[in-house]
């Protein structure tokens, strides 16, 4: 029997199922805090095997938006929603107006947006039924795709993480593997190509890889992640699904540095340490890709940007204070960014309680 909610005791506020038989939506909304704010995080539209394998999903994604926004600086709690099915077929007007009621009746608890599965316009359709949305159109008084800004918060992390390693954040020449070039990866290789770095691809969707091909035609192409990881890198950037690094493939990493964009890139908790015991520096992926956020948090104050932009180059600092944190605390770098997001959490949360609205 599959555990609930309550034995897992992961610590989240509330967890609400979503189920409307008309248009066949199945969705899971997961709040983990609102001591900052209200719980904001991106909506994944996937075609999980179980209802478990999407609740295990919600549960570990909307923790990580809290440690996200936390360490981003952003006064927002963390949430995170996942629709079960396949969107290229399941995926109509209809079924995002039921999810965007959903979401309207939770009163501004949770604020949704973009992630896997869902686009600029579809949230402009779940805004037809909500007032909680975030990652719009810029017709529809949006901030647009936040990709652009994400790509850009993981390259500032890579260049944070190079001067920790190499004494400076240069890129040129560096051996760059990216694994996963969708909507993110697809943007990191342009900043990558352009400081200079030896770039190598992967992607499990040929179109993506052919896209990319066309722009940047000096790019590398390995077969698959697990060739990808036993290439001669000095960087590994997952930027697809999570759970890449494990009790398998770290053993194969060959690259001294793991900066991506995909969330939770770490299987486990004690994945951190086996990176730390091979020498290899792990740039927290929640402190990285914090770029969406940031810009998607400032389209709620209209948008701009440029100063969306700013707040995203100090990923750049914070990076390298988190490293600064980790060898003062002789600690991995993912245990000293938790702990960084949980003091903030405690020490401003204590002025908040739980939100209510």
């Known amino acids: 029997m599959t555990e609930g909610v309550f034995a897992r ?24 805090s609102t001591a900052l704010g209200p719980a904001l995080g991106g909506t994944r539209f996937h075609p999980y095997a179980t209802e478990a394998d ?21 006064d927002l709690g963390g949430g995170k929603a996942v629709i079960i099915g396949d969107p290229k077929t399941l995926k109509s007007e209809a079924l995002l107006r039921a999810y965007g009621r959903f979401v309207q009746s939770l009163g501004g608890r949770y604020i949704t947006a973009c992630d896997v599965g869902t686009y600029v316009q579809d949230m402009d359709v779940v805004a037809r039924e909500c007032r909680y949305v975030t990652g719009r159109s810029p017709e529809d008084g949006g901030a647009g795709d936040s990709s652009v800004l994400t790509a850009f918060g993981v390259f500032q992390g890579m260049r944070a993480s190079a001067e920790h390693v190499w004494g400076s ?14 909507k993110v990866g697809h943007i990191l290789v342009g900043h990558l190509v352009e400081a ?3 770039v190598t691809i992967t992607d499990v969707y040929a179109p993506a890889i052919s896209r990319t091909l066309e722009i940047y035609p000096s790019v590398q192409v390995a077969s698959d992640v697990d060739t990808l990881l036993r290439a001669e890198l000095d960087v590994f950037a997952p930027c697809a699904l999570g759970g890449v690094l494990n009790d398998e493939t770290v053993p194969m990493l060959g690259a001294r540095i793991v900066c991506g964009a995909a969330n939770n890139q770490l299987a486990h908790a004690g994945i951190d340490k086996q990176l730390a015991d091979r020498g290899v520096l792990y740039a927290p992926d929640y402190l990285v890709n914090a770029g969406g956020v940031i810009q998607v948090d400032d389209e709620r104050h209209g948008f701009d940007f440029e100063r969306a932009k700013r707040k995203t180059t100090a990923i750049f600092d914070t990076t390298k204070a988190v490293f600064a944190l980790a060898e003062t605390d002789g600690v991995p770098p993912a245990t000293a960014a938790d702990r960084l997001a949980e003091r903030r959490m405690a020490e401003v949360g204590r002025l908040r309680s739980i939100l209510t609205v």
Do not use: F
Not at 9 to 30: F, K, M, N, P, R
Not at 54 to 74: E, F, Q, R, T
Not at 169 to 181: E, Q, S, T
């Open 9 to 32: 005791g992961t610590g989240h506020e509330q967890v609400v199922y979503c189920h409307d038989q008309a248009s066949g939506l199945q969705a899971i909304i997961g709040i983990y």
């Open 54 to 74: 999407a609740l295990d999903d919600v549960l570990a994604l909307s923790k990580g938006m809290a440690y996200k926004n936390a360490l981003a600086g952003l």
């Open 169 to 182: 954040p240069d890129l040129a020449g560096k051996r760059v593997g990216v694994a996963g070039v969708g």
């Open 196 to 198: 200079g770095a030896q």
